[in-house]
């Protein structure tokens, strides 16, 4: 899977977007990049995070900036 370049649009008069899903679902998320920093808050679950070639894992209550 490549990942796809993600553009990220604000809103006049705001320097930053919210995303937020409670779906439970672990594929809503996709493999993407864009040259913004992101902040990842996981407030429940776990699994494998693929950061560039970075592979780790993440657990409950993980914040990360990217």
């Not at 594929?27 to 592979?55: L, M, Q, S």
């Amino acid at each position: 899977m490549k990942p796809k370049y993600e553009k990220v649009e604000t809103t006049i008069g705001n320097s930053f977007k919210l995303m937020y899903t409670d779906v439970p679902n672990p594929c809503w998320a996709y493999w993407h990049f864009h040259p913004e920093y992101e902040i990842v808050y996981i407030p429940r679950g776990n699994g494998r995070r693929h950061i560039g070639k970075h592979i780790s894992r993440y657990v409950n209550g993980e914040l990360i900036f990217i």
